[in-house]
């Protein structure tokens, strides 16, 4: 399987750390323009940018909120202005802040929804909004526009101490269904991305040593993911080879959903 997406432009939020910066490289590499979004490093952005540049490719890093209406309209504006066109987006910005659920402050609450819900709901409708105005471009894409929300696990796995996350991603997951069943006839292709445990420079203390030991316990597959675990089903769900694939999760996990702790118990 060959995939190209040459001629094809893609916005990828939060990409200047983790997932987001490893799809941002992996879509370049497969011939993509890419705007790589970053709330507040600028420079990892920009350093990636100047490396995609350096290797060939079409990159820029712009900075925005995806919780901000203004700021996403204006990020939507400025890859227009880059790059002509938009065909793929990868809503991938999230934040955690973890606490007891009668600990938990409404700030806190209201700053996870804000970013992993309602950033992807922006950051999808101004995309629709391009999508729809475009159309199918002949030779560049079989659809009119993709985009692939990044859940997580735990958009199924309750889990305590972050409800304000697992809450973000539950909503994430019928987001994604409900503007997949509301556009597709558009042929605009909508799926999602649901994560485990990643190693990642922000989860590093999870991942490594004995709480990496003890997080093994949850993945049949025994590892740990890596970024291109997630990039490299990102491209795959962004080309034609993904197609007829519509409204559907990708869980990425090492079977970390399969509820591990059953086997041989209950
Ligand atoms: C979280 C990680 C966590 C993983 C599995 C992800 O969504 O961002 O911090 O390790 O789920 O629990």
New binding site residues.
Partial sequence: MQISLARQVALITGASSGIGHAAAKALAAAGAAVVINYNRQAEPAEALARQIIADGGQAIAIGADVSKEDEVERLFAQTLEAFGSLDILVANS?L?KDAAAVDMTLDDWNAVIGVNLTGQFLCARAALRIFNRQGVREGVSRAAGKIIHMS???QR?P?AGHVN?AAS?GGVDQLMQTLAQEVSHQRIRINGIA????RTA??EE??EGAAGEK?LE?IPYGRIGDVDDVANAVVFLASDAADYIVGTTLFI?GG?SLYPEFRGNG
């Fill in positions: 999230g955690q997580s696990v735990h796995i889990w996350y991603k994560p485990g445990a990643i922000i989860n999870a991942t997080l949850l996990d970390m």
